[in-house]
């Protein structure tokens, strides 16, 4: 057993703060003697800087990576009759607003290794009612979306890529956000491009659905006081797209520290019985949001619980602290009770929520701090 040392956090935001408070406290001191709070040339430069970026023409802001998914499905009129096929194994939200807009959400299992939708499993659920595919680029890693775009455009579908984890991660050498229809993003501050609260974006090459983004993101207005149509009040504030602005120009080395904490977790816990470590596909680079291996095996106290639970809570005791993303796949979730999928229908999914567990990962983390996760973790072991 690791004793003596200092607890090591899942994740720690305040050190990164810390090392660019200066910078960040004299911009947003600067928007606030400005007056210009909501919308103005903060946002808009934000909106430009990110766009190029990704390589993209357009890029719309708004408050949240819930409703970047949210709006993107309402710009391309995805409503009641409609499918979208996605994962069942990511947050809520993916799906939350697939419901929201009256379409129906249609659940394809994932790959065991990357945690990501399962591309082969994709055309088997595609029907005259299917509209949109929604990959999730989870924990930071791109989805095989060469294979993707082929499956959507020989079918007529739009793509929709949640890249709330994957700010940065690419396919093919483009980013992610950029390959398909529409690419939506979360600023939530754990994320690889976090702001100090909520917002979102919403990257796409179509300046047609960009406009529409645009109306519903403003009560679905175009010009003020005249209503088009039912839209939302979704802006992003210009302090969080201040903060942004200075993050966006860390990112590619915040996003290279993961990657080498990512390596080196590979290089000493992929030989460790009862441990599968994730591993990127060929054409992807990713960003690693989070690093999320499995633990197999049978329970070895006795208990009743999960042997990844018992491990967790190894790790803590021992001053390791982890997070668990997801224990309940989304098709099994009690509000999808009336889609009448059943247990064991999507096994890869359900299995992964029995065996995940992701270890302390942040750009700030200290080879000190890798080496006592890994200790501690074949201490256990």
């Given at each position: 057993m690791i004793k003596n040392l200092n607890p090591v956090p899942a994740f720690d935001i305040k050190?990164?703060?810390?090392?660019?408070?200066?910078?960040?406290?004299?911009?947003?001191l600067e928007v606030l003697a400005s007056g210009r709070y909501i919308g103005g040339p903060a946002v808009t430069d934000f909106e430009r800087q990110f766009a190029d970026y990704h390589g993209v023409p357009e890029c719309v802001a708004c408050n949240s990576g819930t409703d970047a998914l949210y709006l993107a499905l309402r710009?391309?009129?995805?409503?009641?009759?409609d499918e979208v096929i996605t994962t069942p194994f990511s947050f809520f939200a993916?799906?939350?607003?697939?419901?929201?807009?009256?379409?129906?959400?249609?659940?394809v299992d994932i790959d065991a290794t990357t945690f990501n939708l399962d591309v082969e499993k994709v055309t088997a659920a595609i029907n005259h009612q299917t509209k949109v595919i929604i990959p999730v680029h989870l924990f930071g890693l791109p989805v095989?979306?060469?294979?993707?775009?082929?499956?959507?455009?020989?079918?007529n579908l739009a793509v929709i890529e949640d890249c709330a984890q994957a700010t940065g991660a690419t396919w093919a050498g483009q980013k992610v956000g950029s390959i398909g229809h529409v690419g939506c993003f979360s600023f939530y501050p754990t994320k690889n491009l976090g702001g100090c609260g909520d917002g979102g974006a919403i990257t796409t090459n179509d300046p047609a659905i960009a406009t529409q983004l645009r109306i519903l993101r403003e009560h679905g207005s175009k010009t003020r006081y005249i209503h088009e149509e039912i839209g939302v009040n979704s802006r992003l504030d210009a302090i969080q797209a201040t903060i942004l602005q200075i993050k966006l120009r860390y990112l590619d080395l915040w996003n290279s520290k993961r990657q080498q904490i990512a390596n080196y977790y590979y290089q000493h816990l992929s030989q460790i019985a009862n441990i599968i470590v994730p591993q990127e596909l060929p054409s992807g680079v990713g960003v690693w949001n989070q690093y999320t291996i499995r633990i197999t095996g049978e329970n070895r106290n006795g208990a009743g619980d999960k042997y990844r639970d018992w491990v967790k809570n190894q790790l803590q005791e021992q001053g390791v602290n982890t997070?668990?993303?997801y224990p309940l796949?989304?098709?099994?979730?009690p509000v999808y009770r009336y889609l009448h999928y059943k247990p064991g229908q999507l096994p890869i999914a359900e299995k992964a929520c029995q065996e995940v567990l992701s270890l302390p990962m942040f750009p700030e983390l200290t080879q000190e701090q890798q080496d006592q996760v890994i200790e501690t973790l074949k201490s256990i072991f």
């Open positions: 050190q990164q703060y810390a090392n660019i408070e200066a910078e960040i406290s004299t911009a947003v710009a391309l009129n995805i409503g009641a009759g993916t799906t939350e607003v697939i419901t929201a807009v009256g379409a129906k959400p249609v659940f095989d979306m060469t294979a993707l775009m082929e499956i959507a455009q020989a079918n997070m668990l993303y796949p989304l098709h099994l979730q």
